[in-house]
């Protein structure tokens, strides 16, 4: 294998701020709803959350990330400890002591004995008098309609103590001009837009990310082979591993990769491009025709040039360079590992392209199907280049966690794919496994075969005949 | 360095990882004139040497294979000496995902244990970053140290300590070490007890997360009353299960071809007794009398293997080995679970602090912000 070196014609600088909320930044914004934003925090920009009101960029800037706030009037904010606060939260907020003493000024029940079922006719306060209050806009108005709520209902003294702060809590979700500021790191973004369309994503869960990028070994300084169709979210995801320093060779279908995620993840362009060099799949297979023949000009030519042709030259010098740098990293191969999530046919991708990933490095291949992987792994078990092709889900289950009344929450989502993990090995031709019983020599290559499909975990017990 | 970059040949001193089975992966230290004996075969370590990582080498009778694999956290994992329950790579990777754990990440890990996980975190956070490992039971902290300088994993700081009773803090020159954490994650019997000492040893200008890694829900409840009394925000328990998936073929047999064949068989069955009742007929006309039941003689008894391989109709290769996929017959690509899956590890109890402070003022603010 050619070592092939390139110098970055300028070293880029990893600046991105991920702890403190920055002015100019994309950030996330979680509504106590539980839907997130995402919102570019211009100077003097005002943010509009719908009901939950309207605040200005500024007033969070400078805060660390994670940061909750109230909205009060004239797009004004003030820092609150959490965006819901539950019942036995001692943190803060005269809100939460009214509350907190308006359930226990009012009665609660033993059990829901009494309690029917009869919709609007409990609740004596009408839509038109919450929006009418709702107008009134101002500070802490969101708590006036709880309380107001809460003491037009009929029979909110017949509920348990239980019962009463779910309702609160509901009603908190409802009314509460409350949000957070969280960074938008992948995992957020990824949520984001799993919220807004999981196909988007490949229906890919945070779990099946994570472990993406574990077993895929991505840190600081390596050299990856990636596929990504998830629009840049798994590319986010080592960037993020690998802090700006390291290589991705991103390898895509059309004119130019799909990488609109990275415009939410405030890495300067000079950084993406320093770390992501982009190919396409014809360049990939077909190096040598989609090389670009460059020469570069005389210098008093260029110096002789209109601006705007100087300008023409060097954008088409440094797309010949951009093309004919991607083209050399996959040449020279050994990458630190291949990573891919695709649409493609796996099983005829990883033939073509498992040749340029290092000895011993990991191959790692998300699917939201299964049976795109089950297939894949029967390619990978009779390839003698892979070891140990193995098939993973991973699911976070998430819990309703209030002490003593610990239970799975009721739903959760049913997918977010399905993992391939195989190492790339290097086979040596002309050794035997040992078998079982005495090895004959026509028999040998059989074993040979046997010992393999067991090593790498194919199926062999019920189906293997007995030497 | 061999778990912070990767290198492509095998030299003399190298950490190597020995894939045997997926059971037994052996990690050894290559040392000229040594041997690994496997029920393998025996193989020299001077075969080794000079290989490329990810070789396959023979034992030294020429039979019997290994591959030579290169050190990762996650085959760490699976071939660590096992001093205590682990974390696996399902629950460490969400964990690593969730808390935002990445390059220069200061991390509080408590008790390191049979540090499965603290080579995962020295891996992700990198150089700049910075893990600080607790382990209270003397002889496994000792083992840990060596392992982690071993390994030369060097942002990783190994503390022997309870935390429950001693806290976190560390003395460094008469001083407190500046710890700053912005992640914990404590896997301990009692992590109610840790909590509260965690105050001093967290980042006062960022958002902390913290995981607690739990196999009972008592600890859990325990744990969340502390971290609400702590002031500890976002609390949210969760649990991880994983699986392995098979790939398998399955044979398609259809049912018109079990039709076809029993059809066959009669066929053939009926065939028999005609035969049989022509022998009969022949032997009285013959003179000779048979008794009911009398066998032909073998010469004359077809072969019954030969019988369903050439003369009947088996579509589905009965009596005969058919090796999953065999292109004669047809096949659908089917999947399983594996056999026992670890249906419980532990609970994650998630939670967050927020230190509750603007720290820059944005009209002093001067970061250039990237657009």
């Not at chain 1, 709520?149 to 103590?161: G, N, Q």
């Not at chain 2, 309870?162 to 500046?178: L, M, P, R, T």
Request: hydrophobic share 35%.
């Amino acid at each position: 294998m050619s070592e092939y070196t390139y110098q970055e014609p300028k070293e880029a600088v990893f600046d991105k701020p991920t702890q403190l909320i920055t002015r100019g930044q994309c950030v996330v914004v979680r509504l106590p709803s539980e839907l997130t934003k995402m919102v570019v925090l211009g100077q003097g920009k005002l943010v509009n959350l719908g009901k939950f009101g309207t605040f200005c960029s500024d007033e969070v800037v400078g805060y660390p990330f994670g940061q909750s706030f109230e909205i009060l009037e004239d797009n004004k904010v003030k820092p609150i400890g959490a965006l819901l606060q539950t019942h036995d939260e001692p943190e803060d907020a005269e809100y939460d002591n009214a509350t907190d003493e308006l359930i226990r000024n009012l009665a609660s029940s033993e059990n829901n004995q009494q309690i029917i079922n009869i919709g609007t006719k409990i609740q004596k306060m009408t839509t038109a008098e919450i929006e009418e209050l709702k107008e009134t806009g101002g500070a802490g108005v969101g708590k006036q309609i709880i309380e107001k709520i809460i003491a037009s209902h009929d029979a909110f003294d017949k509920k348990t103590v239980f019962s009463q702060e779910k309702y609160l809590k509901r009603k908190q979700q409802k009314y509460l001009r409350r949000f957070t500021i969280d960074y938008a790191g992948p995992s957020q973004v990824l949520q984001f837009y799993y919220q807004k369309d999981p196909s988007r994503v490949l229906d890919m869960s945070e779990e099946s990310l994570g472990m993406m990028m574990n077993l895929a070994n991505v840190r600081q300084g390596g050299k990856y082979l990636l596929v990504d169709e998830t629009g840049g979210v798994v590319l986010y995801a080592m960037m993020e591993r690998m802090r700006g320093e390291g290589m991705i060779v991103v390898a895509h279908e059309n004119e130019h990769p799909n990488h609109s995620v990275m415009a939410h993840s405030n890495y300067s362009d000079e950084l993406i491009d320093s770390v992501v060099k982009p190919i396409n799949w014809l360049q990939f297979f077909d190096p040598e025709e989609e090389k670009i023949g460059w020469t570069d000009f005389p210098q008093d030519i260029i110096d002789g040039m209109t601006g705007s042709k100087r300008q023409q030259y060097y954008r088409r010098k440094r797309r010949a360079t951009d093309v004919n740098h991607a083209i050399n990293l996959v040449e020279s191969g050994n990458f630190d590992a291949l990573i891919v999530a695709t649409t493609l046919h796996m099983p005829s991708l990883v033939e073509k392209v498992l040749e340029k990933v290092g000895g011993s490095r990991p191959m790692v291949f998300y699917s939201q199907f299964k049976e795109t992987l089950v297939q894949t792994q029967h390619v990978m078990a009779k390839d003698l280049r892979v070891l140990a092709p193995t098939i993973f889900e991973t699911r976070v289950r998430p819990y309703q966690t209030i002490p003593g009344r610990i239970h799975p929450v009721m739903s959760m989502r049913g997918f977010g794919g399905y993992l391939l993990w195989a190492t790339r090995v290097f086979p040596k031709e002309g050794i035997t496994a040992v078998g079982r019983g005495i090895v004959r020599k026509e028999n040998r290559k059989k074993q040979k075969i046997e010992a393999l499909d067991e090593l790498s975990g194919a199926p062999t017990e019920e189906s293997t005949p007995e030497v | 360095m061999s778990f912070t970059a990767y290198k492509d040949t095998i030299e003399e001193g190298d950490f190597v990882f020995c894939w045997i089975s997926r059971e037994i992966i052996k990690p050894i230290h290559v040392k000229a004139g040594e041997v690994l004996g496997t029920r393998f075969g025996i193989f020299s370590h001077d075969d080794m040497i000079g290989s490329l990582y990810g070789a396959q080498i023979s034992s030294a009778k020429g039979y019997g294979f290994i591959h030579l694999l290169h050190p990762s956290p996650e085959l760490w994992t699976l071939s660590l000496p096992h001093r205590t329950q682990i974390v696996y790579t399902p629950d460490s990777s969400y964990i690593t995902q969730r808390l935002g754990i990445t390059v220069g990440t200061r991390v509080i890990e408590a008790g390191t244990g049979s540090a499965s996980f603290s080579h995962s975190f020295a891996r992700t956070i990198g150089r700049e970053g910075k893990l600080f490992t607790y382990e209270f039971h003397e002889p496994r902290y000792v083992e840990a140290k060596q392992e982690l300088e071993e390994h030369g994993l060097t942002n990783v700081e190994i503390t022997h300590r309870d935390v429950c009773n001693g806290g976190f803090e560390i003395e460094e020159n008469g001083a407190s070490k500046d710890i700053r954490a912005n992640a914990v994650f404590l896997d301990l019997p009692s992590p109610w007890t840790a909590i509260p000492n965690l105050s001093s040893v967290i980042s006062k200008d960022s958002r902390v997360g913290v995981c607690c890694f739990s196999p009972c829900i008592e600890q859990v409840t325990k744990t969340v009353e502390a971290l609400m009394a702590h002031g500890w925000s976002s609390i949210e328990m969760v649990e991880v299960s994983a699986k392995r998936w098979e790939a398998r073929k399955q044979m398609v047999r259809r049912v018109d071809d079990a039709v076809e064949r029993l059809r066959d068989v009669k066929r053939r069955k009926d065939a028999g007794i005609q035969r049989r009742k022509d022998d009969i007929a022949r032997e009285a006309l013959e003179g000779t009398e048979p008794s009911i039941g009398d066998k032909r003689p073998a010469s004359e008894t077809p072969q019954p293997e030969e019988k369903t391989k050439e003369t009947g109709f088996n579509p589905f290769g009965k009596g005969v080995r058919v090796r999953d996929g065999d292109p004669q017959w047809e096949w659908i690509n089917v999947s399983k679970v594996e056999s026992d899956i670890k249906s419980h590890t532990s609970y994650l109890t998630f939670a967050y602090m927020d230190p509750n402070i603007r720290v820059v003022n944005p009209v002093e603010e001067v970061a250039e912000i990237i657009a």
